[in-house]
């Protein structure tokens, strides 16, 4: 089967690093999704990866391991307005994405 | 960017009742959109994929014949929940790709349904 594991959720202080993990097992992969989606709100896109490696763009960047099936968001400078899920997406061989459940992030001051 | 404006944001209804909810792409052309439900603190459940000129795609589970969709251009996708109960209220939310497979998918805002 398919399936998409993410912490359920996680705590961090303001201006501090958080590191959200992802690991997938999907039949096929065409690419790595990240989402942030605020309470009552519809999800934002974040990053997309579909190569190994770092994709950085601003406070946030995306890794992506394809022969570990494994991704992390990487948070810096966390601020207040960054509590939220983070919902990890995988497209499968049929270009279907596949949704993990989300991870709550708590940012304490 | 793109964007995917969806309509109404929130609505009550009786039981019983109907209710259509607009989803469209405002600067792109969508041949495909995908409707999505999602309970409180649950993920993301795609309902079925909204394919332009053709029928809808359900996933399994979804009644076809409670969630018609209906997909009659290029930037316009509707979601109509008939006879709608108290277990249908959910949040739903429409999304589409403004190009191929690399390209993210954007969401609407979402439509809050409660059902008394």
């Known amino acids: 089967g398919q399936n998409i594991d993410q912490p359920t959720e996680m705590t961090a202080t303001e201006g501090a690093i958080v590191q959200i993990n992802c690991t997938y097992q999907?039949?096929?992969?065409?690419?790595l999704f990240w989402y942030q989606q605020h309470a009552g709100e519809a999800p934002t896109f974040l990053s997309y990866?579909?190569l190994d490696g770092l994709e950085e763009k601003g406070r946030f960047s995306s890794f992506l391991s394809r022969s570990k099936g494994y991704s992390y968001l990487l948070l810096k400078e966390l601020q207040m307005k960054d509590s939220a899920s983070y919902l990890c997406?995988?497209?499968?061989?049929?270009?279907?994405?596949?949704w993990g459940a989300g991870t709550k992030l708590i940012i304490k001051p | 960017g793109a964007v995917v404006s969806q309509h109404p944001s929130w609505v009550i209804c009786k039981s019983g009742t109907s209710v259509k909810i607009e989803c469209r792409s405002l600067?792109?052309?969508?041949?495909?959109m995908f409707w999505y439900r999602q309970f409180p603190k649950q993920s993301l459940m795609l309902m079925a994929t909204?394919?332009?000129?053709?029928?809808?795609?359900?996933e399994q589970g979804v009644e076809k014949d409670k969630f018609l969709i209906n997909h009659a251009s290029l930037t316009l996708s509707t979601l109509t929940v008939t006879s709608a109960h108290p277990e249908d209220s959910s949040f739903y939310i429409c999304?589409?790709?403004?190009?191929?497979?690399?390209?993210?998918?954007?969401f609407g805002n979402g439509t809050r349904l409660t059902v008394t």
């Open positions: 600067d792109f052309q969508a041949t495909t």
């Open positions: 997406a995988v497209q499968d061989s049929n270009y279907q994405l596949i």
């Open positions: 999304s589409a790709r403004d190009g191929e497979g690399s390209s993210p998918l954007h």
């Open positions: 990866n579909v």
């Open positions: 999907t039949s096929g992969f065409n690419g």
């Open positions: 909204s394919n332009e000129g053709s029928k809808a795609t359900y």
